[in-house]
């Protein structure tokens, strides 16, 4: 047997407890992929990160689930800086993380007391959802009468699939709930999707839109408290449907997690170089050393 040792930080929030938690492992290049995947699974967040060696930017890092390894996660990205910051392992202030997703750039800088992560999201896209919005609806406990008439249900991606889904009031999302093993047969286009309700209602009048976020059955988990990737497809989305004529740049930001007791909030930057070009920003908040026990093979 060998001791793991997992820091647990909270992304998008600066209080313990609130927004997503993340473990991050300093040490990844001691690990198997088996390893990792056995890591998280015995951490049971909904991704733990692995920090391992770069040969075409300054860290790379591996994000898995319970279930398998993500091409790229927001919280904890957001999570992972933050632990290295907080260990004496960042000295600068812009770096580049190697991802699944690409070579992407982050930011770190000190706003308003907190530090503040910045990370670019790859380019934005999205595709048709052509399924049934009756059974879209019904499996997260809703009816089709839920969803918003004037915006479209597309999957999106700044790095990972997610299907955007647009409701028409916040008092629908009391009522999810989700059956998660129905998603992939609904989901004909990319069965291996997560769903991403949003709505223009918000909880906090300083917020711009809502959202809460479904995984996928493949990822080993039910809900994710607040989605990174997802917020940034939210910006695009925004931009692309809702107002197309928004003046650019524009910050909007996202809540989520509200329903889930554990609410945080995502900056998401959206620009025009040629393309949409989207980045996002939050805080993050260590809790906690977790010790784990794996076989080593």
Same mark, same amino acid.
């Given at each position: 047997?060998?001791?793991?040792?997992?820091?647990?930080?909270?992304?998008?929030?600066?209080?313990? #407890?609130?927004?997503?938690?993340?473990?991050?492992?300093?040490?990844? %290049? %001691?690990?198997?992929?088996?390893?990792?995947?056995?890591?998280?699974?015995?951490?049971?967040?909904?991704?733990?990160?692995?920090?391992?060696?770069?040969?075409?930017?300054?860290?790379? +890092?591996?994000?898995?689930?319970?279930? =398998?390894?993500?091409?790229?996660?927001?919280?904890?990205?957001?999570?992972?800086?933050?632990?290295?910051?907080?260990?004496?392992?960042?000295?600068?202030?812009? *770096?580049?993380?190697?991802?699944?997703?690409?070579?992407?750039?982050?930011?770190? =800088?000190?706003?308003?007391?907190?530090?503040? *992560?910045?990370?670019?999201?790859?380019?934005?896209?999205?595709?048709?959802? /052509?399924?049934?919005? /009756?059974?879209?609806? @019904?499996?997260?406990?809703?009816?089709?009468?839920?969803?918003?008439?004037?915006?479209?249900?597309?999957?999106?991606?700044?790095?990972?699939?997610?299907?955007? +889904?647009?409701?028409?009031?916040?008092?629908?999302?009391?009522?999810? *709930?989700? @059956?998660?093993?129905?998603?992939?047969?609904?989901?004909?286009? +990319?069965?291996?999707?997560?769903?991403?309700?949003?709505?223009?209602?918000?909880? %906090?009048?300083?917020?711009?839109?809502?959202?809460?976020?479904?995984?996928?059955?493949?990822?080993?988990?039910?809900?994710?408290?607040?989605? #990174?990737?997802?917020?940034?497809?939210?910006?695009?989305?925004?931009?692309?449907?809702?107002?197309?004529?928004?003046?650019?740049?524009?910050?909007? +930001?996202?809540?989520? #997690?509200?329903?889930?007791?554990? %609410? #945080?909030?995502?900056?998401?930057?959206?620009?025009?170089?040629?393309?949409?070009?989207?980045?996002?920003?939050?805080?993050?908040?260590?809790?906690?050393?977790?010790?784990?026990?794996?076989?080593?093979?």
């Amino acid at each position: 047997m060998q001791t793991v040792y997992v820091k647990h930080i909270d992304a998008f929030s600066s209080i313990p #407890g609130k927004g997503n938690p993340a473990g991050v492992v300093l040490n990844g %290049d %001691d690990y198997s992929e088996e390893e990792m995947l056995a890591i998280a699974g015995a951490v049971g967040f909904n991704e733990t990160s692995f920090i391992v060696s770069s040969d075409i930017a300054d860290f790379r +890092i591996r994000y898995f689930t319970p279930g =398998h390894e993500m091409n790229l996660c927001g919280h904890a990205t957001m999570g992972t800086v933050y632990a290295l910051r907080m260990n004496g392992l960042l000295k600068q202030s812009n *770096i580049t993380i190697e991802t699944k997703a690409g070579v992407l750039p982050v930011k770190v =800088h000190d706003e308003n007391n907190e530090l503040l *992560i910045t990370m670019q999201q790859a380019n934005p896209q999205f595709q048709t959802f /052509s399924g049934s919005k /009756s059974e879209l609806a @019904a499996s997260i406990g809703l009816t089709e009468e839920d969803l918003h008439p004037d915006y479209p249900i597309v999957y999106g991606s700044t790095g990972i699939w997610t299907l955007i +889904i647009p409701i028409k009031e916040l008092a629908s999302f009391h009522k999810m *709930i989700p @059956a998660t093993a129905e998603f992939p047969s609904i989901l004909k286009e +990319i069965p291996r999707a997560s769903l991403h309700p949003i709505c223009l209602e918000v909880r %906090d009048e300083r917020n711009d839109m809502h959202a809460r976020h479904f995984s996928s059955p493949f990822s080993g988990t039910i809900e994710d408290a607040v989605t #990174g990737t997802a917020a940034g497809v939210m910006g695009a989305y925004y931009k692309t449907f809702i107002n197309e004529g928004a003046r650019l740049p524009v910050t909007l +930001i996202v809540e989520q #997690g509200y329903e889930m007791n554990k %609410d #945080g909030r995502v900056y998401v930057h959206v620009k025009e170089e040629g393309n949409l070009d989207v980045s996002i920003s939050g805080t993050a908040v260590y809790v906690k050393d977790i010790e784990i026990e794996i076989v080593k093979k």
